[in-house]
């Protein structure tokens, strides 16, 4: 087992350090001749060009894939897009045509809830795209195209590298679909492929350097609550972050939008709470980023201890961070391929401090097949 493992104490960890391959795997083949290809299509382009409205439907850390998914979806593409729960998708009678795509991610293709809006979704002449990591399971079986992650097996039962790369697989889908719509040139399309193919690097570049944050992992161990914060796609990363530390080290831990501190959540905030921030990327900064700093700084003020996740050289936070956590410079949109890896590494070495498995946490499976 110990050779399995990679020399890792944990499938989590080498499964962390996949990650470069992971996501470089996923993208491989799917850019050829200038246009982004899926891997099974049965719908044909012209219906492809046809729709008019996107449903994203996923459980747990797919799901939060899945939001990361929206923002890029409706910036390349202005369809609508709406990403949802599995569970709660058909049962509440959602409007669904021939003209309507659901995205459904998962990376077993067996989980019950997704599999059953699937199938609800097709009862309703809905489109279904399935964005998945397992060949051959059921929800890619069923569906009108496909566009297989490459994250290989994954033992450790939170979900790493093939989160990411399900985050990989969701861009090529949106590229795919801004391409059938002519909402983005073909050389725009490329122009971005290319920023995808950077990714690995940045990623082993952020694996590479997670030291500091395993000791920030076992100075905080011992806290009783944790919370993350973060706008845009830093919001889905906090989702993630969150329930990481959930899943892994049973410790109460929520993600929030951080515009929404004010109307809640900062009542939370008290001495010595460790609070996660990831700051929107130099690209991205203008407005948003301001108001994170802004944040930063109210958060500190009441005490709390701030642990911010920003751009090498973001000297405006820098000094309101009680731990500052460097990732390389990306686009905004890319930006949860790397802002995510500290969240995992956090997660894993809270629970190895605390005495848990990290690759069976109780309670949990690796699939859920059942509703
Ligand atoms: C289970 C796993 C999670 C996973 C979720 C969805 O709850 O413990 O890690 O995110 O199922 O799984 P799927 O295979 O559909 O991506």
Request: aromatic share 6%; proline share 5%.
């Amino acid at each position: 087992a110990a050779a399995e493992k990679g020399g890792y104490d944990y499938f989590m960890l080498k499964e962390i350090a996949e990650q470069p391959k992971a996501v470089a795997d996923t993208l491989l083949g799917h850019f050829q001749d200038g246009r982004i290809v899926l891997d099974e299509q049965r719908i044909s382009d012209q219906d492809l060009r046809d729709i008019d409205k996107v449903f994203i439907v996923a459980c747990g850390s797919a799901y939060h894939s899945g939001i990361v998914a929206k923002y890029a979806i409706e910036h390349w593409t202005r369809l609508p897009c709406e990403v949802e729960i599995a569970s709660e998708f058909r049962y509440r009678d959602p409007v669904l045509d021939r003209s309507t795509l659901v995205v459904a991610i998962s990376q077993s293709g067996e989980t019950a809830d997704t599999l059953e809006a699937v199938r609800h979704a097709k009862s309703q002449k809905a489109r279904v795209l399935a964005v998945c990591n397992t060949n051959g399971s059921q929800i890619p079986r069923e569906a009108d195209a496909v566009l297989y992650t490459h994250a290989g097996p994954e033992i450790g039962v939170a979900s790493t590298k093939a989160y990411l790369a399900q985050i990989t697989a969701n861009y090529l889908v949106g590229l795919a679909l801004a391409q059938a719509r002519g909402t983005k040139y073909p050389d725009e399309v490329a122009a971005e492929f290319r920023q995808l193919e950077k990714m690995p690097e940045a990623i082993q570049h952020v694996v590479d350097s997670l030291d500091p944050v395993r000791e920030i992992a076992r100075e905080l161990a011992g806290s009783k609550s944790v919370l993350f914060l973060g706008r845009h796609v830093g919001y889905p990363t906090a989702l993630e972050g969150a329930l990481k530390l959930k899943e892994l080290a049973y410790m109460h831990a929520e993600g929030f939008p951080a515009g929404e501190l004010k109307h809640g959540p900062i009542a939370l905030i008290e001495d010595d709470l460790p609070v996660f921030i990831v700051m929107p990327p130099v690209e991205g900064r203008g407005v948003l980023h301001s108001k994170l700093v802004s944040n930063v700084q109210e958060i500190r003020a009441r005490g709390a201890r701030t642990i911010v996740i920003a751009e090498e050289g973001d000297e405006a936070v820098r000094p309101l961070s009680d731990h500052f956590i460097p990732i390389p410079a990306s686009t905004t949109l890319l930006q949860p391929l790397l802002a995510t890896i500290p969240y995992q590494a956090f997660a894993a070495e809270v629970a190895a401090a605390r005495g848990y498995d990290v690759d069976k946490p109780r309670n949990l499976a690796k699939s859920v097949t059942v509703e």
